[in-house]
């Protein structure tokens, strides 16, 4: 390395020369780690941000719909527009069989009921009770 700083020196005729070549360099590198230390914090934010839409995105929206509900019924009726164009090729056969599938699997996952049953009597509870099979079974 002292090889390439006597290179350097022996570049410039003069000590005002290399002090302002070392002032120059001096000045990059303040700039340089002025930038960086903004780019760090653009970064840190953007990590914030994209965590924040992350965890907004993955909440069941207001529908009750999952994101993967969601996302099977947008590709089914792309599928579906295309399919009244034109054919649908195999592979995208195969698609519409795996979102119908996994839409099958999605709304037949039983559902959570959630009542307060303390202090309810029996018939109360009896109600809730059939109420929820006509539910189940009429697919309401």
Do not use: W
């Amino acid at each position: 390395m002292s090889g390439n700083i006597d290179q350097i020196a022996k570049q410039y005729k003069s000590k005002e020369d290399l002090l302002a070549y070392a002032d120059a360099q001096y000045k990059t590198i303040i700039k340089l780690t002025r930038r960086i230390s903004k780019l760090e914090d653009e970064k840190e934010e953007l990590k914030k941000q994209l965590s924040e839409s992350s965890a907004k995105m993955s909440v069941e929206n207001p529908m009750g719909v999952t994101d993967e509900e969601a996302i099977c019924m947008m590709e089914l009726t792309k599928l579906k527009n295309k399919s009244l164009i034109d054919e649908l090729t195999m592979e995208e056969c195969r698609k519409v069989e795996v979102y119908v599938k996994t839409l099958a699997t999605i709304r037949n996952q039983p559902k959570k009921i959630d009542i307060q049953t303390k202090g309810m009597t029996t018939e109360e509870l009896l109600k809730h009770f059939d109420e929820a099979m006509d539910e189940a079974v009429n697919g309401n």
